[in-house]
């Protein structure tokens, strides 16, 4: 009896170890952030196998792989066609000491979800993601611990449109550390020659009248403070946030004594020349020191130019335009590669920045093209009467069937597209037509001097 009950309940045992070998518990999804949970949701409702979810499933990773180059700080306001999965990526650099702002405003009403990411790009051309912007305000800020290349990703939800604006710049880490100074009062830079070639200057020397305040650039605790050297009256500040010790020297006086609480803003002490500059005129040398001395200047001082603002009429967003002459199209924003469009060429405009227009092609490919050569469609370039039937199409496609064409219907030309022209008839309907009509019409006249 005995052996029979432990022969089964060994049984019972295998059963058990085997069930269990071959159950799978799922493991339960977790994003790393709002893109791929909505990614995910897409997946679970089945709507990633539909063709407009397969296009927004290809359009986030191909906007990761041929992202817009530009160069920072830059604005551009865009259109999203809410029929359309629309991704685009922009790519540019950054350096430490600065913090990647980004800001993308919606300039239409809409509730539309909309997601913001930023990745870098490693020493083997993989991405890693690094920031998410908030969901609410799309705001994002990023500060790198390396200089890096980065690409910013914008993709809005499936089904939904309207006009964004998106607002890149690299903005200093710290607040300038001298009252009502910028960096143009910046008189001597890192790396300069000292004690006549024998050191280097690590640091910049800020010049302002003597005792103009000297403000905390970031939170932090006074380490030091006191008179030390060839540096004077100094004080030595840590920036708990980025582990680095912020070095002000040649200090006419001292506001703050060792193991300050020190906020932003807070004053120091004021500008003056002690310690070994006492023969130059007054001002405060600043250095950052981590793992050694750091050049302060990305800290300080914004990437690029004056950004160049999106302003004016934005009418244009999204309409179908005309290349009133003959130019280049540059394929990113900083002109380096171009391509060549022929006068009267059709487009449609997806963004516009302060100068320039990005415009998409029929063919589908995009660039940039100055302001000045775009042209509305409200005149026609000719007018031309058909002498047999023929075929009105959605697209420049031969196969793209929109209406059929009858003997002397009235067709104003509003563009042209190598073998096809844009025309519009007395319906009002847009559409394409081959250009072997200009040897079947039986008029046509010059129309560009009047409106349809």
């Not at 390396?146 to 690409?151: F, K, L, S």
């Not at 008179?227 to 020297?249: E, H, P, T």
């Amino acid at each position: 009896m005995l052996q029979r009950t432990t022969t089964a309940c060994l049984c019972l045992a295998i059963f058990l170890v085997l069930g269990c070998e071959n159950e799978k518990v799922p493991i339960p999804f977790k994003p790393r952030n709002d893109h791929e949970a909505y990614e995910h949701a897409l997946e679970e409702a089945n709507l990633l196998s539909t063709a407009l979810g397969a296009d927004w499933k290809k359009g986030a990773k191909t906007s990761l792989e041929s992202p817009i180059k530009i160069t920072s700080p830059f604005e551009e306001a865009i259109y999203v066609d809410d029929k359309e999965a629309v991704a685009i990526g922009y790519q540019f650099n950054a350096k430490r000491g600065q913090k990647v702002q980004v800001n993308v405003e919606k300039l239409s009403l809409n509730d539309a979800k909309t997601f913001v990411d930023l990745f870098r790009i490693d020493e083997h051309n993989k991405l890693h993601h690094v920031a998410t912007a908030d969901s609410e305000e799309l705001l994002l800020g990023f500060e790198p611990r390396r200089d890096a290349t980065y690409v910013l990703r914008f993709q809005p939800e499936l089904l939904r449109g309207g006009e964004y604006k998106i607002t890149i710049q690299n903005v200093p880490t710290l607040q300038f550390p001298v009252a009502g100074k910028t960096d143009r009062a910046i008189g001597s830079f890192w790396g300069a020659d000292r004690d006549g070639g024998r050191r280097k200057h690590e640091g910049v020397d800020i010049f302002a009248p003597r005792g103009t305040p000297i403000i905390a650039p970031t939170d932090g605790y006074v380490r030091t403070a006191g008179k030390r050297g060839i540096g004077g009256n100094v004080v030595w500040l840590y920036d708990s946030k980025r582990s680095q010790s912020l070095y002000f020297a040649h200090l006419n006086k001292i506001l703050v004594k060792k193991g300050d609480r020190i906020k932003l803003g807070d004053t120091l002490g004021t500008v003056g020349n002690t310690g070994n500059a006492r023969t130059t005129p007054p001002h405060l040398h600043f250095g950052i020191y981590k793992n050694g001395a750091t050049d302060p200047i990305n800290h300080l001082r914004a990437a690029g130019n004056r950004l160049k603002p999106v302003t004016g009429d934005l009418s244009m967003l999204g309409q179908e335009v005309r290349i009133n002459r003959s130019t280049s199209m540059s394929v990113d924003a900083n002109g380096k590669q171009t391509v060549s469009i022929t006068k009267n060429q059709i487009a449609r405009t997806i963004g516009t920045t302060a100068t320039q227009f990005r415009i998409e092609l029929p063919n589908g490919q995009e660039g940039y093209v100055r302001k000045s050569v775009i042209s509305g469609l409200d005149r026609s370039l000719e007018r031309l009467y058909a002498s047999s039937d023929g075929t009105l199409l959605k697209s420049p496609d031969r196969r793209a069937f929109l209406a059929d064409v009858e003997p002397n219907d009235q067709l104003y030309i509003l563009g042209k597209n190598r073998d096809f022209w844009l025309v519009e008839n007395d319906a009002g309907q847009k559409g394409w037509i081959t250009n072997n009509y200009k040897n079947q019409g039986r008029s046509r006249r010059s129309y560009s001097d009047e409106p349809r």
